[in-house]
């Protein structure tokens, strides 16, 4: 959703990662944009749902017509399709995104937490980021690129715990959020391009939802593999 | 006290070329520290100052009206190394003023950093500032695009010298409206060139009104969200331009501007945008006509911007991408020649160059036409041989080589066209590896 408004850092290589690596397993996927004050579909009907990040104005503007689309995206979450939410999109599902400037934009109030923007432009969090999750059943090491204002709290089911960079709020333990139908999180990078176990765990997801319980076929994922690594040994070096 | 500072800072100069150091930065930090961030003001400039900045081009055009004043016989004084920082500028001034501070030129002609303008120009009195373009550039160090234009908005809003404005970018020509009192508002605008689209073509900024929200609409875009836009409904856009280039043919490679032909040695859409705003500061100061002439028709770079190498026998053009715009160019150059061409991208992420890496997925690389080989390099090697891969690419042909000189050699041992692209902190080292290659294998470097 909002492709066209909400693709700062390149979140929208994240999309282009998932067809790819359903492309090369003959999984058939379509990818449709909702751009602001389009007709609102019936969201239920899709697998996956994807909001990127973008620029304060570009919040702005769009977090009118996501109140339009609450009932919509909330369907949904309820019947089981996935949210994937980076950055912005993540911030604006909760119950409401504070600015640089004290405006209270509000949010879609899905989930039980809220961001604050820093009184400062100046105070972000800029920085390679390192999180260990379990989400898979196995620990998993990502690596993105953080860059956000917005501090997130009160998040009980964060995604990860940071090993390296800020998370959630400036210098803190967690990062994301996660349901097992949900995963919100700051790193761009984009995302998926070094974690191929975050999209497959999204696409096992969704076929699952349509009765396959197959193990997805595994990929050649030397040079994603290698680029994690290289990243790694640079970034937890002790 | 200013003249103990003036010459402590003059000092400082001293002894860096005492010991044969380039006195870039070093003098300027230190003044900065002394007078708590004021330093610039430190200086008297009796002079009218001119300051270029943008996102791409500030080099060029900059370098280029330093030679419109300098062959009309003027004395001006320049940051030629791209020192664009405050503390920069404050080290140039520190080499051309007297003990007391005094400044002594007919002209400054500043490149200026996109976050260093409100600073700079709080302290010293400017006259005419050009901005180029904005777009996605070390986006980490920065902060994102809107903060940047809304210090730069900022800083207009009380500006009532010239400004020249790129009208062809709405993020660059909103800043004309930032102080409606000002009359020395100027747009300079280019009709649309033969690889001109209807829709947009690359990842951008700015698709919508930064007024009134409403999406923008385009006559045609040029590249990325560069073009003639227009708001339906508050009618951002709607400007008279003080400068037009039309006629624009690459293959020559010539254009208009102001109804005077110009034939000149860059071929790129990008050089006509940044000469049309040279024609513009050649207008409002008066320059000769034949002066504006010898600086358009005989500017060419060397700094691996489309610079040429041969590799033994292999003919190879080096090109300087720092952001995705820049690279969608050189791929674009890339598929307008014919037969069979290889690629060597090495992306860095050092702290000049942003360490964020994911304006790689902003570039297009699903036009690749014809390319037979990708080998890649850099600090960041693997995000980029990814990130081609993901568009589809197949990922046997593509060659990860972390190490510059290894790159080059799997580059060049194959026959045909090859391609480079580097990002900032990449571009000397590959100059340097190509160069290494060449003397070692034989061939031509580009001087």
């Known amino acids: 959703m909002y492709g066209d408004m909400l693709d700062l850092y390149g979140d929208s290589g994240n999309m282009e990662i998932i067809q790819y690596r359903c492309r090369m397993r003959g999984i058939d996927c379509t990818v449709d944009g909702y751009s602001l004050g389009s007709e609102i579909p019936d969201l239920s009907k899709y697998d996956l749902i994807y909001i990127g990040g973008g620029a304060d104005l570009e919040q702005q503007h769009i977090s009118a017509d996501l109140l339009r689309c609450r009932d919509s995206i909330k369907a949904a979450y309820e019947s089981g399709v996935f949210l994937f939410l980076i950055c912005g999109g993540y911030q604006l599902m909760f119950k409401y995104y504070r600015d640089a400037d004290g405006n209270d934009i509000p949010g879609l109030g899905l989930f039980d937490y809220c961001t604050v923007a820093p009184s400062s432009r100046k105070m972000r969090c800029i920085s390679n980021i390192v999180v260990r999750t379990h989400f898979t059943g196995k620990e998993v090491d990502i690596v993105g690129f953080e860059n956000h204002g917005g501090q997130t709290q009160g998040v009980r089911t964060p995604l990860g715990e940071v090993l390296f960079g800020n998370g959630n709020c400036s210098r803190s333990k967690y990062e994301g959020y996660f349901e097992k139908n949900v995963i919100a999180t700051y790193m761009h990078g984009p995302c998926l391009s070094k974690n191929p176990e975050i999209s497959d765990y999204m696409i096992s997801y969704c076929l699952k939802r349509h009765g396959s319980d197959d193990e997805l076929a595994p990929l050649d994922d030397r040079l994603e593999n290698e680029c994690r690594q290289v990243m790694l040994d640079r970034l937890l070096k002790k | ?447």
């Open chain 2, 1 to 447: 006290m200013n003249r103990i500072l003036i010459l402590t800072g003059k000092a400082v100069v001293g002894i860096l070329r005492l010991f044969r150091r380039n006195a870039g930065n070093l003098p300027g930090i230190i003044l900065w520290h002394l007078t708590k961030g004021k330093a610039c003001s430190m200086f008297r400039v009796d002079c009218p100052i001119i300051a270029v900045t943008g996102t791409n081009g500030k080099t060029s055009v900059t370098n280029c009206i330093a030679q419109l004043f300098e062959q009309s016989g003027k004395k001006i004084i320049i940051n030629r190394e791209g020192n664009n920082l405050d503390t920069g500028i404050c080290s140039l001034l520190l080499r051309y003023c007297d003990s007391s501070g005094k400044v002594d030129a007919d002209y400054l002609i500043l490149e200026t950093d996109e976050s260093h303008v409100p600073v700079v120009y709080s302290q010293l009195k400017l006259e005419t500032l050009i901005v180029l373009d904005f777009f996605r550039d070390q986006l980490d160090r920065n902060g994102e695009m809107e903060t940047l234009i809304q210090k730069i908005n900022g800083f207009c809003k009380t500006f009532e010298g010239n400004l020249i404005l790129n009208g062809d970018d709405p993020n660059t020509a909103r800043l004309g409206r930032a102080n409606p009192a000002n009359k020395n508002v100027k747009y300079f605008h280019a009709e649309p060139y033969a690889f001109a689209t209807d829709t947009i073509y690359e990842a951008s900024e700015g698709r919508f009104c930064p007024f009134c929200g409403s999406s923008l609409e385009y006559d045609y875009y040029q590249y990325s969200h560069i073009g003639r836009f227009r708001c339906p409904k508050c009618g951002f856009g709607d400007y008279k331009p003080y400068i037009t280039a039309s006629g624009i043919d690459l293959d020559k490679p010539v254009f208009t501007a102001d109804g005077h032909e110009y034939s000149t040695k860059l071929n790129s859409i990008y050089n006509v945008y940044n000469m049309t705003a040279v024609v513009a500061a050649a207008k409002l100061y008066g320059i000769e006509q034949s002066v504006t002439d010898s600086v358009i028709n005989n500017y060419t770079v060397n700094n691996g911007r489309m610079e040429k190498f041969i590799l033994g026998d292999r003919e190879t053009t080096l090109n300087l991408a720092k952001n995705p715009v820049g690279a969608n160019m050189t791929l674009r150059v890339m598929n307008e020649q014919n037969g069979e061409k290889e690629l060597l991208f090495v992306l860095n992420d050092n702290v000049a160059d942003g360490l964020d890496v994911s304006w790689i997925w902003d570039i297009n690389f699903t036009i690749f036409e014809r390319v037979t080989r990708v080998v890649t390099s850099g600090t960041r090697a693997y995000d980029i041989a990814v990130r081609i891969k993901c568009s589809g690419y197949p990922a046997e042909k593509i060659t990860v080589r972390p190490e510059l000189d290894d790159a080059v050699e799997e580059l060049a041992k194959t026959p045909g066209r090859k391609f480079v692209i580097a990002n900032y902190t990449a571009v000397q080292p590959t100059r340097s590896a190509l160069k290494r290659y060449i003397a070692k294998h034989g061939g031509e470097c580009g001087e």
